[in-house]
């Protein structure tokens, strides 16, 4: 297995457009977590999945993001009417959840946005 | 005050010193991380304790619940172990983590 993969690694958006980024979790994790980080901060808590559930959402994760795990594998995390304070680097990471127990997450490299 | 405290925010040490970055917390919690992030963002676990002491080659995590308060040492330091370590904690549920603001390390040769 290779990891958790995110794509794209960077992208740069005009203010008012719309971005999607995608995270492929380790396979056989059927938790996912997304967390942004801006410079100098650690990272934040925007949302995280059981299987296709939606399970809890950061009161950080305005009307403007949307996330999704469709078949409880990959995810998306779409940002609407882009703002500048929206850049920073978007962290997915997965772990496996059985039996009530918890387990590392795995991170991804990220996906760095720059909105100009 | 955030949740998660780490202390210092930065240190700079030379090849060989013993170090140790302290984090302490203000919530009730289930697990706690140390975590690892170079350049270029990508971030690996390092521990994950709800209780004593972890060793895991040169480095060393301990936590004290009472006193809400972990540590994690890295003995006999190498240039390469410059990078950010951030501690963070689970919450009660497990759903979620709540990270500190990170500390960067640098050893020089």
């Known amino acids: 297995d290779t990891g958790v993969s995110q794509d794209p690694r960077h992208k740069i958006t005009k203010r008012g457009q719309n971005v999607t980024f995608r995270c492929d979790p380790i396979s056989e994790h059927n938790r996912l977590y997304w967390y942004r980080q801006t410079l100098g901060q650690g990272p934040e808590f925007l949302t995280y999945f059981q299987n296709e559930a939606q399970l809890e959402k950061s009161r950080l994760l305005s009307d403007r993001f949307s996330a999704e795990r469709p078949k409880g594998s990959f995810s998306t995390l779409e940002i609407q009417r882009t703002e500048q304070g929206d850049s920073a680097m978007y962290l997915c990471?997965?772990?496996?959840?059985?039996?009530?127990?918890?387990?590392?997450?795995?991170f991804g490299p990220g996906t760095r946005l720059t909105v100009t | 005050k955030n949740e998660v405290e780490q202390s210092p925010q930065n240190l700079t040490a030379q090849e060989g010193e013993f170090i140790t970055i302290n984090c302490s917390y203000s919530?009730?919690?289930?697990?706690l991380h140390w975590l690892q992030q170079h350049p270029g963002g990508g971030i690996v676990s390092l521990f994950m304790l709800s209780s004593g002491k972890k060793k895991h080659g040169r480095l060393i995590a301990t936590i004290n619940i009472q006193e809400k308060h972990s540590s994690l040492h890295i003995t006999a330091s190498h240039p390469r172990d410059s990078a950010v370590y951030i501690c963070?904690?689970?919450?009660?549920?497990?759903?979620?983590?709540?990270f500190g603001e990170g500390t960067q390390l640098t050893v020089n040769p």
């Open positions: 919530v009730g919690i289930s697990a």
């Open positions: 990471a997965s772990s496996p959840y059985r039996d009530r127990s918890f387990y590392e997450q795995y």
């Open positions: 963070a904690v689970r919450s009660l549920s497990g759903s979620r983590l709540t």
